[in-house]
Structures are given as C-alpha cells and as structure tokens.
C-alpha cells in the first residue's frame, strides 16, 4: 500500500447538477464516510478535505469531483498519525472543547463547535432535561396560580355584596347563660350590618350577612392562641394548630367549611362579672377567633368583636394605635364631626372622647363603619 502523502484540497463545490451524486459517492467511499457526510463536506467548500490519501487515489478522486464540475487540486502534505475519535478514517483536526478528545474537521461541521459525539449526546441529554424541568415547573406553576385565582375570585366575590354573606358562628364553650345571650343576639348582628350597609350603600342588599349559629360546643383541648411576636413561621405553625384544634370542633357541631364565606369561632368563658372581648383574624381570610365573656344579656362587646373579626376577614384594617385608641382621623366613625364622638369605629371598638382616651360601646347604637373600613370592603369607592 503506497503511503498517504497526498489530499485533495476543494476549491469551489460542483454546481447542482446529476453529476453531483457520483462525485459524493466517490467521496464517500475515499474518504470512507456516509453520503450524508460527503455531501457536507463538498458544501464545505474550499476546504482541505481531512485524509492523507496515496497519489493515485488523491487523483482519482480529483477526477470524479472535477467531472462534477468542482474545482480541486491535489496537495502533497504528509498525513497526520492523529485521528478522530469518532470518525476513524479522518484526521484530528482539534481537541473537544468539552472534554478534549480528538475531532476532525467533520465533527465541526456537524456540530457547528469542536465537539466530540459524546459531549454533544450529553448536551442534548441536558438540553432535554432542561425543557422538561422548565415544562414541570410551568405546569406546578399554572396549577399555582389557578387555584390562587379562584381562591382570590372566591374571595373577591365576598366583598360584591351582590349576595348575602354566609357566615357560621362557632360558640365554643359551656352551655352557658353567656353562650345563650350571644346566641339569642346573632339577629341584632345582621341587622347591624344592614344598617351600616345601607349608610354607604341605601340600595344595598337587605340582609348582606347571614349568621349561623353552630354549638355550644366544648372543645376537646382548648383552641390556640397565637404568639404575640410571631414571625411569617410561627404564623404558618399556628394557622396549622388552629386548623387541626379546629377540625373537631367542626365535626362536633356538623359544620362544613366550604359551605361558608367565613367562620367566626366565639369562645365563650365561664362566668365572672364583666364582658370583654379580644379577637384575631387573618386579613382577606375566612377565619375568625374571638375570646368573649358576656355579663348578663347584653352582649355588645362580644358582637363587636365577632362583627371586628368579619371584617378583618373581608379586608378591613385595625384603626387603633398602640394603647388602644382610636388613630386619628381612621379610627374615627364619623370623620366629619369634632371630638368627642357619639359611635365607636366598629375597627377600633371604642368611642372616642379625646384624642387617647375613649369609652368601650354600651349597644350597637353606638358601634359603626367608618369611611376607611367602608372603603377597605368595597361598600363604597369614595376615598375618605
Ligand atoms: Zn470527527
Ligand atoms: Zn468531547
Ligand atoms: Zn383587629
């Protein structure tokens, strides 16, 4: 066998034509590559094609391409002992820019970078996977943000005031004459929100909250209470207690959530003289929590924290600052008129007498929806 001291360099591709076949297929089989990979290199054009070849079979193969119609000549170039990892009749022509094996001239054409076959199965592996994750992370984001929606559609729809409110009241506690008086008082609530509906709205709805009254119940452990400075965690763990002390309450008294636009759970304490009331609620929730005594029949206090609490979960904001009092002037029922005033602004709980001082409610008389709370639950759009 005569030693490859010889190539064929390319010019100029042959013009498309019928002769453009033999001279592939006698490319192909000098350079002992597929038809596919002959016909790149002719395209390649000029390009020194990567095999040392014996003299006779560089002149054969410059007939077949001239014949073709290319230009060509033959190069004396002694050939190169380096070949290509994956094309084994051609020489190297570069290391992999990935992993450092040898490519050739081929390799650079198909790939369009100095890239071995196997770093190439490897990036189009990544390439895949990448798509697939981006895809899964779409799609686990869609579902997000379509359940976001009808919980916020959901949530929105509440503060149309098209349709009355379904609100549940849980009274957890001893049968007691306290838990009887709140009871019994529940109408005086959802006339209360008509009322006030109706100063912001005087076509509203007639009755815009509907109240159920569930129990009394006794709850198996006592209900949580949330830490004073709880950070977004503290907040997470203590929305998942409540869920799970919760639950059984529910069962116990054969309430369904999802039949509700809101729940207000009132813990009912024992006895003793005086009432009072403190409550939490999520802001833009459904849950509402109140701690409740009520002396006697009048439950006043107990009504404005469940009516506070409702609130909360439609939108509304506490107006009150940090010793208990009204904030001026958004803590106050009626805005237009001086100090001191006649009704407590239902998000404060307190009517003010001077600015830092004020008196708790004695009905719902003297309890009301003030111009910021109103705005902040959609009864009315005018900016206070
Ligand atoms: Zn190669
Ligand atoms: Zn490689
Ligand atoms: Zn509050």
Redesign the pocket.
Known sequence: MSPSTHRVQLLRAPPPGPAVGPATLALARTLQLSRTEAGLLLGAAPCVL?RGLAPDAAAGLLRALQAAGAEARVLEAPASAGR????AA?ED?GSCEGCGA???????L?RGARR??ACERRRSRARHFKALRVAVLLGVLCVAAGWAFSVQRGRDARTAWVRPLRVAVVLVGEDTRGSRALADSAPELEDWFARELRRYRPEGLERPVQLQVFGPVVAGTPLPWPAEDGGWLARLRYARALDAALAPVNAAVGLTPRGYDARLYAVVEPGGAGSFAEGIGAAGGELGLVRVRVDGADATLALTALAHELLHCLGATDKYDAGGHARLPEGLAEPERALPQRRAEVMVGEVPLAAGSGRLPESLEEVSVGPVTAREVHWSDVAP
């Open positions: 990567p290509c990892s994956d094309h051609l022509d040898r490519t050739c001239a081929l390799c650079t198909v071995c076959a």
